[in-house]
């Protein structure tokens, strides 16, 4: 090979899109409990902590487009986890809101993914503390790509 700083176990590009796959992939059981798919799972977190938000905002907070968070929340309202309305000060703008169902979730999300999460990351090497700084790096890493 020619160039070494292209070989695949060089970057870090590759470590982390293998980490959210398979992070991915160990959610899947878990929230198919809840009967959703992981990226409804991220919309339910942002409305969770915030509830009544503009597509624009919860896209926003997910780094994600507005044409790729709108097919999502139209099959959320299809499962009755959330309803969409119109802004009262601009027609334009959608409203997403949970429902009684999707706030309900968030316990029953409580009880089910901590825990098989933690099962799951039980053999992994990293403390807690690692884990704190794993997240900070990769919130810089987040921030310098944005």
């Not at 992939?25 to 938000?53: C, F, H, N, R």
């Not at 809101?97 to 979730?105: D, I, V």
């Not at 992994?124 to 790096?137: E, M, N, R, V, Y």
Request: proline letters at 4%.
């Amino acid at each position: 090979m020619a160039h070494e700083e292209l070989r695949l176990d060089n970057q870090v590009c590759f470590r982390l899109y293998s980490a959210a796959r398979l992070v991915m992939q160990a959610y899947t059981p878990l929230l198919s409990e809840l009967g959703i798919t992981y990226p409804q799972y991220l919309v339910l977190m942002v409305l969770w902590e915030k509830d009544s938000q503009p597509v624009n905002d919860i896209a926003h907070r997910l780094l994600l487009e507005t044409n790729t968070v709108t097919p999502l929340l139209q099959r959320m309202e299809k499962q009755g986890i959330v309803v969409r309305r119109k802004g009262e000060q601009d027609k334009r703008q959608q409203i997403v809101s949970l429902t009684e169902k999707g706030r309900e979730m968030e316990e029953l999300a409580y009880a089910i993914i901590p825990k098989g999460m933690g099962d799951r990351l039980a053999a992994c090497p990293l403390s807690i503390d690692d884990f704190k700084q794993l997240t900070a790096g990769l919130d810089g890493i987040i921030e310098a790509l944005k």
